[in-house]
């Protein structure tokens, strides 16, 4: 059996590492595909190291561009890979253009689709990522869930019940496998940080930073903080840009290398396990992030979350998650809440145990037969 695997930007190759490491181990032939959607080192090269991955047997190489553009290379460019290899099933994960992009072509080809990560609903249609979940179910032939409500979205979307599998989330596979790792990574040495001491930051989503008078209301809301604990904030190239445009570089200390006492301290986006070690160390999380919305609440981290709505409620339900908004007041108010009230209880959501990947490789092997 030959299975196609898909992985374009930073949050999907925690999710394929996992999935490609079980269905080898079954003897299925893999075939990685990567199609550039992120290419700087540190979103992508320093992942595939961190996590393991191969490299990939097809770079497409796609880049940057609006979403119709770097959609529709990623179909361009996938399409004869797609043709020559005739993958007994191809698997994409998440919801970024790469995701659904790839779906489309299989879908045309007439070639089975799974998807990892499907029936996640925001209900906000504003976001680019809820038209590539909504879009990328539609189509495919096997449909892997993270949670029991993202079932209950698909069957409301009127997908058929034999087409879902709740397997779990591959995301926390990854988390548990590197766990010791990063508990030995020098991370906090090298930033100057104290266990249980410091804020972590990370904010990339278009409504939170390609607006400038959102953005400039969250920093001053980061400044704040940064009053009364260190603020690190490892930024993806895409808010550095925003920071730039906005004229708002001054609102924070770029390119630091220790974190400043009373201000944003904003370093290299990190690779997979210094991140994790971040995390796992924090007093609390402020993301507009889905993945570190999960991540938090195994590893028991208060993670307020700067958007309106949330595609994992479950975080919210039974983790540590809590939805903040943008409103600069709100957050200051709950930063400081979660700095002097420290760790909150998380249960643990069912099946995030470390064994998704296995799950998918079982499903997809019967599902074979
Ligand atoms: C994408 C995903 C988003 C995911 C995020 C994680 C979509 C629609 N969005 O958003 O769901 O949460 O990845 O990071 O697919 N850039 C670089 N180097 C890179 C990659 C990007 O400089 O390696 C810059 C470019 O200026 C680019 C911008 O970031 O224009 C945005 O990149 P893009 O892949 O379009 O979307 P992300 O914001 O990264």
């Not at 972590?200 to 604990?229: F, K, Q, W, Y």
């Not at 986006?269 to 995390?279: A, E, H, K």
């Not at 943008?326 to 069912?350: S, V, W, Y």
Request: glycine residues 8%; charged residues 25%.
């Amino acid at each position: 059996m030959k299975v196609l695997h898909v992985a374009g930007a930073r949050p999907n190759f925690m999710k394929v590492a996992p999935v490609l490491r079980a269905l080898g181990g079954r003897g299925v032939a893999n075939v990685l595909v990567h199609t550039g959607q992120h290419y700087d080192p540190q979103m992508s090269a320093a992942f595939f190291e961190d996590l393991g991955l191969p490299e990939p047997d097809v770079h497409l190489e796609v880049g940057s561009g609006s979403h119709a553009a770097q959609t529709a290379r990623v179909m361009e460019r996938i399409e004869p890979v797609l043709e020559s290899e005739r993958p007994d099933l191809t698997i994409v994960v998440g919801d970024v253009n790469s995701t659904m992009a790839s779906a489309i072509v299989c879908a045309k080809l007439r070639l089975p689709v799974a998807h990892v990560e499907a029936g996640l609903r925001s209900f906000d249609r504003t976001m680019p990522e809820e038209i590539n979940r909504v879009l990328t179910d539609q189509i495919s032939d096997l449909l892997f869930t993270t949670s029991p409500e993202a079932e209950a979205n698909l069957l409301r979307e009127g997908i058929a019940a034999e087409r879902i599998r709740f397997v779990g989330n591959p995301m926390i596979d990854s988390l548990e496998r590197h766990a010791a790792r990063a508990r030995s990574s020098g991370a906090l040495e090298r930033f100057g940080l104290e266990e249980s001491g410091y804020v972590l930051v990370t904010l990339h989503r278009p409504s939170n930073v390609d607006d400038p008078t959102t953005l400039r209301g969250i920093l001053e809301a980061l400044n704040d903080v940064a009053r009364r604990a260190p603020v690190v904030f490892p930024v993806h190239p895409r808010t550095v840009r925003m920071l730039q445009a906005h004229g708002l570089e001054g609102s924070v200390r770029l390119g630091g290398d220790r974190a400043a006492p009373g201000a944003v301290t904003c370093v290299e986006p990190l690779g997979y396990v210094d991140f994790l070690r971040l995390m796992s160390c924090a007093r609390a999380v402020l993301t507009d992030s889905g993945g570190i919305q999960e991540e938090t609440t195994i590893l028991g981290v208060p993670c307020l979350t700067l958007r309106w709505n949330t595609e994992r409620p479950i975080t919210v339900e039974m983790g540590t998650n809590r939805l903040v908004g943008t409103d600069p007041e709100a957050i200051r108010k709950e930063a400081l809440a979660a700095l002097d009230g420290g760790r909150r209880p998380a249960r643990r959501p069912p099946l995030w145990d470390g064994k998704a990947g296995e799950r998918i490789a079982e499903a997809v092997v019967g599902w074979a037969r």
